[in-house]
């Protein structure tokens, strides 16, 4: 028999009352409270009657995420954290992929998972600046990622410029001074507001601070995000001759691309070349060696955007006016850098002024 209210309130020692508001994200709830409540929940693995509590309060009790695509090991994983999120909040989640298309991106705001939802969470890849517009409509709507600042909605993105330059960082304070960029823009001039430009600002900025001319055939343009691109750029370096020490590559998939050429080109990691990723996925802890890559706090987004849309939709507590919210991030230390096991440790959390 599936758990009732009833056996939420009593393994908590709460009233059903005070179940029903953590439920529904009464922020009238203490913390310590709202922790335990939801602790139950999911240990007891308690599902509230969506259907019922659609036909008392007009709400269906289910979000939407749009992603570009569940093929990406980030945005699959991030689909993951929002479910979770959503369920310690009694909601289901329904994932629109976009495909990274503009035009499926326009339907995804104008229609489709919108028609049958609460409210959604919205991560473009095609959409820009100037689409800022479109994001004004009566649906709870929050976004994600880095394609749209200043908008109507709430945002919740991460430090993209200064993860990475803490990532180029890292590989400099354990001596490595040729570094080589995987996964840049295909275009140095592109509009600035991609994931691949913001970081690349990053790589540019740690080496200027260290003192380090860029060195452009170190800089590797082109390609989608995936491990064939990361094997390819490898491939690229070693044909061309350009000396490097180290691989920043600008999402894990293309790290693990490149450790596979690494291997094929004869050269060790970390021994002849470092190598760093972006994202933390969970295969980057068994990877051999496994990688060192940057959290960018991908739980930490899940839970916070969730939320936020939680207070859009029951519109208790929620300002009038948009926020933007940036997750912390973490340097996450293992053999590909020198450091010991699959989890080597983080460099704590990270925080960063202003910024894209």
């Known amino acids: 028999m599936s758990p009732t209210i009833h056996d939420v309130a009593r393994a908590a020692g709460v009233s059903i009352k005070t179940v029903s508001n953590v439920v529904n994200d009464n922020p009238k709830v203490g913390p310590e409270t709202r922790s335990r409540v939801r602790r139950v929940?999911?240990?007891?693995?308690?599902?509230?009657?969506?259907?019922?509590?659609?036909?008392?309060?007009?709400?269906?009790?289910?979000?939407?995420?749009?992603?570009?695509?569940?093929?990406?090991?980030?945005?699959?994983?991030?689909?993951?954290?929002?479910?979770?999120?959503?369920a310690t909040r009694g909601l289901r989640v329904l994932i629109e992929q976009t495909n990274g298309?503009?035009?499926l991106e326009l339907a995804a705001l104008s229609g489709g998972s919108l028609r049958f939802v609460d409210g959604m969470l919205f991560s473009p890849a095609e959409l820009?600046?100037?689409?800022?517009?479109?994001?004004?409509?009566?649906?709870?709507?929050?976004?994600?990622g880095e394609r749209i600042f200043g908008g109507p909605t709430d945002h919740v993105t991460m430090h993209n410029t200064s993860s990475a330059r803490a990532a180029v960082e890292h590989l400099l304070e354990i001596g490595r001074t040729r570094i080589a960029l995987v996964g840049a823009s295909r275009s140095p001039d592109d509009d600035g507001a991609s994931s691949a430009s913001l970081r690349e600002r990053g790589y540019h900025a740690a080496l200027?601070?260290?003192?380090?001319?860029?060195?452009?055939?170190?800089?590797?343009?082109?390609?989608?995000?995936?491990?064939?691109?990361?094997?390819?750029?490898?491939?690229?370096?070693?044909?061309?001759?350009?000396?490097?020490?180290?691989?920043?590559?600008?999402?894990?998939?293309?790290?693990?691309?490149?450790?596979?050429?690494l291997a094929e080109e004869g050269l060790s990691v970390p021994g002849d070349v470092a190598v760093i990723g972006f994202d933390n996925i969970d295969e980057a802890r068994f990877s051999l060696p496994s990688l060192t890559s940057v959290d960018p706090g991908r739980d930490e987004i899940a839970e916070t955007a969730v939320s936020l849309l939680v207070e859009r939709i029951s519109e208790k507590g929620a300002p009038s006016g948009p926020r933007t919210v940036k997750a912390g991030f973490r340097i996450i230390r293992r053999e590909s850098t020198g450091f010991r096991g699959v989890d080597g440790g983080g460099d704590g959390p990270g925080a960063a002024g202003p910024e894209t």
């Open 101 to 103: 298309e503009r035009k």
């Open 41 to 86: 929940i999911d240990e007891l693995g308690y599902r509230p009657n969506l259907s019922a509590r659609g036909l008392r309060s007009g709400k269906t009790g289910v979000i939407g995420l749009a992603v570009p695509s569940l093929r990406e090991n980030y945005f699959a994983e991030l689909a993951d954290s929002v479910i979770r999120a959503a």
């Open 208 to 261: 200027a601070a260290a003192g380090i001319d860029t060195d452009p055939e170190l800089v590797v343009r082109g390609g989608s995000w995936g491990r064939e691109t990361g094997a390819a750029a490898i491939r690229d370096l070693c044909r061309r001759g350009v000396q490097f020490d180290a691989v920043f590559a600008l999402n894990d998939t293309l790290a693990l691309g490149a450790l596979r050429r």
């Open 128 to 144: 820009g600046q100037e689409d800022v517009d479109v994001l004004t409509m009566d649906e709870p709507l929050v976004l994600l």
